[in-house]
């Protein structure tokens, strides 16, 4: 069932008219965003130097990841993919409208200037719209985006919004499918508020999350697949993990995992384990219908 072809190890996929890998470095952990506990939101914060972030990049290039998904704030993502690019280094990413922003279109215009090969909705923003009844109002971003040339997505939260919205067939590329719903009560980013909140993790979350991806025919690009940490309580797990996941998304779609290499090599090790993941699911795919 395999779609892709390899860069180096790492089997890529189209996204447009670029070639993702199947496994893209999330950009939380370099925002000190861990949605595990405030002690590790700190311990980033101390780790993620710029000069940590860029080597952190660069490993991940290295092992042979060439897609980096984050916000699209100008004082931090930007700055260090700027940065990267100032070293004769590139990696393509795909970039979140960031909701502190005072005007959103223009945010959106900004993030397709600075070379992004996609741009999707803030999943915490579309939760908060669904909250409201205003759930449509999200196709306005979606239209400037469009108007970009970009690929255009859109995050959330909430299973439900993903049925909707794919049952009435919007204008989109791809979605960005968290494996968790962290969002059964209001909450609000903790990049925009600087405050850890507890949230839910629940284990039926997973297999509802994969259903839907099965079901649809856009790219998805699942994220939180690990838990944030919550499955991370050893390598085996890790692994494991992937290959659950691998098993029960589409050959098209991609995994965005965070990488935190303080105390382990993670880009090479995640991308040892996608590589066994992809293969194993090409041998047994697990079909949900």
């Not at 779609?3 to 952990?29: A, D, E, M, Q, Y």
């Not at 859109?154 to 719903?181: C, G, K, Q, S």
């Not at 944030?228 to 992937?242: A, F, I």
Request: aromatic share 12%; net charge neutral.
């Amino acid at each position: 069932m395999n779609s892709g072809k390899t860069t180096g190890k790492l089997p890529t996929v189209p996204f447009g008219p670029h070639r993702v890998t199947r496994l893209i470095v999330g950009g939380n952990p370099f925002v000190w965003n861990s949605h595990f506990s405030e002690e590790m939101n700190r311990d980033m914060e101390g780790y993620f130097t710029t000069e940590k972030i860029m080597e952190t990049l660069k490993r991940c290039l290295k092992a042979g990841i060439n897609t980096f998904q984050g916000r699209g704030d100008y004082h931090r993502i930007f700055h260090y993919l700027e940065l990267l690019r100032r070293e004769g280094k590139d990696i393509q990413f795909i970039t979140q409208t960031a909701s502190e922003m005072h005007d959103i279109h223009h945010n959106i215009r900004m993030i397709a200037t600075f070379g992004a090969i996609g741009v999707y909705f803030h999943g915490t923003e579309t939760d908060k719209y669904w909250r409201e009844g205003k759930i449509d109002k999200v196709q306005d971003y979606l239209k400037t985006m469009r108007d970009t040339g970009l690929r255009i997505g859109m995050a959330a939260h909430i299973p439900e919004i993903f049925d909707y919205v794919e049952a009435r067939d919007w204008d989109l590329d791809f979605y960005m499918t968290p494996f968790y719903n962290i969002a059964r009560k209001p909450r609000e980013s903790a990049v925009v508020t600087g405050k850890f909140e507890e949230e839910e993790f629940q284990p039926d979350d997973p297999p509802r999350i994969c259903k839907f991806i099965q079901s649809t025919s856009k790219q998805c690009l699942a994220y939180k697949i690990l838990g944030c940490g919550r499955k991370c309580g050893s390598q085996d797990e890790v692994r494991e993990t992937l290959k659950w996941v691998f098993a029960r998304i589409k050959p098209t779609d991609c995994v965005v995992v965070g990488m935190f290499p303080k105390y382990l090599d993670q880009p090479v090790l995640n991308v040892q384990y996608t590589v066994e993941a992809i293969k194993a699911a090409e041998k047994e795919w697990v079909s949900l219908f």
